[in-house]
Protein backbone atom coordinates (compact mmCIF):
# COMPACT_ATOMS: atom_id res chain seq x y z
CA UNK A 1 0.00 0.00 0.00
CA UNK A 2 1.41 2.99 -1.31
CA UNK A 3 1.85 5.80 1.37
CA UNK A 4 3.23 9.28 2.21
CA UNK A 5 5.28 11.18 4.55
CA UNK A 6 3.65 14.74 6.23
CA UNK A 7 5.79 17.26 5.56
CA UNK A 8 6.94 19.69 8.24
CA UNK A 9 7.99 24.05 8.25
CA UNK A 10 9.97 24.66 5.09
CA UNK A 11 8.46 21.46 3.61
CA UNK A 12 11.03 19.34 5.59
CA UNK A 13 10.01 15.41 6.17
CA UNK A 14 8.49 14.99 9.66
CA UNK A 15 9.44 11.62 9.91
CA UNK A 16 5.52 10.89 10.56
CA UNK A 17 4.01 8.78 7.58
CA UNK A 18 0.56 8.35 6.27
CA UNK A 19 -1.62 5.86 4.30
CA UNK A 20 -2.32 6.21 0.76
CA UNK A 21 -5.41 5.07 0.54
CA UNK A 22 -7.36 6.08 4.39
CA UNK A 23 -5.07 8.86 4.87
CA UNK A 24 -4.48 7.98 8.49
CA UNK A 25 -1.02 8.97 10.07
CA UNK A 26 1.05 6.70 11.69
CA UNK A 27 3.47 7.73 14.74
CA UNK A 28 3.96 4.60 16.51
CA UNK A 29 7.97 5.01 16.95
CA UNK A 30 10.29 7.87 18.02
CA UNK A 31 13.79 8.45 18.87
CA UNK A 32 15.23 10.64 21.22
CA UNK A 33 11.53 12.45 21.13
CA UNK A 34 11.57 12.67 17.25
CA UNK A 35 9.84 10.00 14.94
CA UNK A 36 11.83 7.23 13.50
CA UNK A 37 10.82 7.37 9.89
CA UNK A 38 11.67 4.10 8.38
CA UNK A 39 9.20 2.32 11.31
CA UNK A 40 6.18 4.85 10.83
CA UNK A 41 6.82 4.09 6.93
CA UNK A 42 6.50 0.46 7.26
CA UNK A 43 3.23 0.87 9.79
CA UNK A 44 1.49 3.11 7.06
CA UNK A 45 2.32 0.89 4.20
CA UNK A 46 0.65 -2.18 6.38
CA UNK A 47 -2.47 0.27 7.16
CA UNK A 48 -4.80 -0.30 4.84
CA UNK A 49 -2.86 -4.07 2.99
CA UNK A 50 -4.76 -6.99 2.96
CA UNK A 51 -3.72 -8.93 5.96
CA UNK A 52 -3.75 -12.87 6.21
CA UNK A 53 -5.70 -14.87 9.23
CA UNK A 54 -3.39 -15.61 11.77
CA UNK A 55 -5.15 -19.23 12.01
CA UNK A 56 -5.66 -20.37 8.72
CA UNK A 57 -3.71 -18.24 6.49
CA UNK A 58 -6.18 -16.69 3.70
CA UNK A 59 -7.14 -13.04 3.24
CA UNK A 60 -8.95 -11.70 6.28
CA UNK A 61 -12.07 -9.49 5.34
CA UNK A 62 -12.36 -5.80 6.54
CA UNK A 63 -13.71 -4.88 9.95
CA UNK A 64 -16.08 -1.58 10.16
CA UNK A 65 -13.00 0.73 10.42
CA UNK A 66 -12.02 -0.20 6.98
CA UNK A 67 -8.48 -2.47 7.95
CA UNK A 68 -8.54 -5.76 7.05
CA UNK A 69 -9.05 -7.92 10.19
CA UNK A 70 -6.07 -9.50 11.80
CA UNK A 71 -8.05 -13.31 11.68
CA UNK A 72 -11.20 -14.48 10.61
CA UNK A 73 -13.42 -14.36 13.87
CA UNK A 74 -14.68 -18.41 12.78
CA UNK A 75 -10.84 -19.05 13.23
CA UNK A 76 -10.20 -17.35 16.57
CA UNK A 77 -10.06 -20.19 19.09
CA UNK A 78 -13.31 -20.14 21.94
CA UNK A 79 -12.42 -20.08 25.29
CA UNK A 80 -14.32 -23.23 26.60
CA UNK A 81 -14.26 -23.76 30.52
CA UNK A 82 -13.86 -26.98 31.67
CA UNK A 83 -17.88 -28.15 32.57
CA UNK A 84 -18.57 -28.82 36.14
CA UNK A 85 -18.00 -32.11 38.03
CA UNK A 86 -21.30 -34.27 37.76
CA UNK A 87 -21.44 -34.50 41.30
CA UNK A 88 -21.99 -30.91 41.85
CA UNK A 89 -25.57 -31.03 40.38
CA UNK A 90 -26.27 -31.43 44.12
CA UNK A 91 -27.67 -28.47 45.44
CA UNK A 92 -26.31 -28.71 49.27
CA UNK A 93 -22.57 -29.64 47.33
CA UNK A 94 -23.02 -25.92 45.60
CA UNK A 95 -23.79 -24.96 48.76
CA UNK A 96 -21.61 -26.76 50.48
CA UNK A 97 -18.09 -25.65 48.47
CA UNK A 98 -19.51 -21.81 48.35
CA UNK A 99 -19.76 -21.65 51.99
CA UNK A 100 -16.03 -23.65 51.78
CA UNK A 101 -14.74 -20.49 49.11
CA UNK A 102 -16.28 -17.79 51.54
CA UNK A 103 -14.53 -18.96 54.67
CA UNK A 104 -11.57 -19.14 52.99
CA UNK A 105 -11.86 -15.64 51.07
CA UNK A 106 -12.85 -14.37 54.98
CA UNK A 107 -9.73 -16.14 56.91
CA UNK A 108 -7.33 -16.00 53.84
CA UNK A 109 -8.22 -13.44 51.32
CA UNK A 110 -8.47 -15.93 48.90
CA UNK A 111 -11.15 -17.91 47.19
CA UNK A 112 -9.82 -21.25 47.86
CA UNK A 113 -6.55 -21.85 49.74
CA UNK A 114 -4.30 -24.84 48.58
CA UNK A 115 -5.50 -27.86 50.88
CA UNK A 116 -8.54 -25.79 52.52
CA UNK A 117 -11.13 -29.06 52.28
CA UNK A 118 -8.62 -30.77 54.46
CA UNK A 119 -8.23 -27.58 57.13
CA UNK A 120 -11.69 -27.08 57.62
CA UNK A 121 -12.33 -30.90 58.39
CA UNK A 122 -10.22 -31.13 60.90
CA UNK A 123 -11.67 -27.64 62.39
CA UNK A 124 -15.09 -29.24 62.15
CA UNK A 125 -14.50 -31.93 63.92
CA UNK A 126 -11.91 -30.46 66.29
CA UNK A 127 -10.92 -27.82 69.29
CA UNK A 128 -9.43 -24.99 67.26
CA UNK A 129 -11.24 -22.82 65.25
CA UNK A 130 -8.31 -20.83 64.30
CA UNK A 131 -7.69 -20.43 60.65
CA UNK A 132 -5.57 -18.10 58.35
CA UNK A 133 -5.62 -14.81 59.60
CA UNK A 134 -8.41 -15.03 61.95
CA UNK A 135 -10.66 -17.82 63.15
CA UNK A 136 -14.06 -19.38 62.07
CA UNK A 137 -17.10 -18.31 64.11
CA UNK A 138 -19.53 -20.91 65.49
CA UNK A 139 -22.27 -20.11 63.19
CA UNK A 140 -20.20 -20.86 60.04
CA UNK A 141 -19.13 -24.19 61.28
CA UNK A 142 -22.64 -25.47 62.17
CA UNK A 143 -23.22 -23.99 58.55
CA UNK A 144 -20.68 -26.41 57.10
CA UNK A 145 -21.80 -29.68 59.42
CA UNK A 146 -25.30 -29.03 58.12
CA UNK A 147 -24.47 -28.84 54.60
CA UNK A 148 -22.30 -31.71 54.45
CA UNK A 149 -24.97 -33.58 55.91
CA UNK A 150 -27.91 -32.79 53.71
CA UNK A 151 -25.00 -33.46 50.90
CA UNK A 152 -23.93 -36.68 52.11
CA UNK A 153 -20.20 -36.12 51.73
CA UNK A 154 -17.80 -33.52 51.76
CA UNK A 155 -16.09 -31.43 49.11
CA UNK A 156 -12.57 -32.35 47.08
CA UNK A 157 -10.78 -30.18 44.43
CA UNK A 158 -9.42 -33.40 43.16
CA UNK A 159 -5.47 -34.73 42.72
CA UNK A 160 -2.37 -32.91 43.60
CA UNK A 161 -2.12 -29.71 40.80
CA UNK A 162 -5.85 -30.05 39.42
CA UNK A 163 -9.13 -28.24 40.47
CA UNK A 164 -12.15 -29.67 39.81
CA UNK A 165 -14.46 -29.22 43.10
CA UNK A 166 -16.42 -31.85 43.27
CA UNK A 167 -18.75 -34.00 46.28
CA UNK A 168 -17.34 -36.87 47.41
CA UNK A 169 -18.54 -39.34 49.82
CA UNK A 170 -17.59 -39.54 53.34
CA UNK A 171 -16.17 -43.15 52.78
CA UNK A 172 -14.11 -41.86 50.44
CA UNK A 173 -13.61 -38.43 51.37
CA UNK A 174 -11.55 -40.57 54.41
CA UNK A 175 -9.66 -42.52 52.27
CA UNK A 176 -8.52 -39.55 50.64
CA UNK A 177 -8.14 -37.60 53.80
CA UNK A 178 -5.81 -40.47 55.02
CA UNK A 179 -3.68 -41.36 51.44
CA UNK A 180 -2.90 -36.96 51.76
CA UNK A 181 -1.33 -37.43 55.27
CA UNK A 182 -3.65 -34.50 56.97
CA UNK A 183 -5.24 -36.21 60.07
CA UNK A 184 -2.35 -35.64 62.16
CA UNK A 185 -3.18 -32.58 65.42
CA UNK A 186 -0.58 -30.39 63.90
CA UNK A 187 -3.10 -30.21 60.64
CA UNK A 188 -4.93 -27.13 61.57
CA UNK A 189 -1.48 -24.88 62.79
CA UNK A 190 -0.04 -26.08 59.25
CA UNK A 191 -2.84 -23.41 57.64
CA UNK A 192 -2.36 -20.96 59.96
CA UNK A 193 -0.89 -17.79 59.85
CA UNK A 194 2.19 -17.16 61.92
CA UNK A 195 1.51 -13.84 64.37
CA UNK A 196 3.14 -10.38 63.63
CA UNK A 197 5.71 -9.70 66.43
CA UNK A 198 5.73 -6.55 67.97
CA UNK A 199 7.21 -3.58 65.31
CA UNK A 200 11.03 -3.37 65.98
Known amino acids: MESYELLGLEGIGSGIWACGECHKPHLIATKA ?57 NPYARLLYKKMSDISEDCWCAGWMMGNEYALWKILHGDRHDYGWGGIAYEDLE ?14 TGPEMEYTPQLVCFAEWESILAAWGGSGDDLVSEFHAPEQGPAE
Not at 48 to 75: K, L, M, V
Not at 143 to 156: P, Q, T, V, Y
Open 33 to 89: NRPVSDMNRKAAEECCAPRNCRYCGQITERDWSGQFRWAHEACIPKYEPTPPHSSMA
Open 143 to 156: ELRLLSEHADGWIW
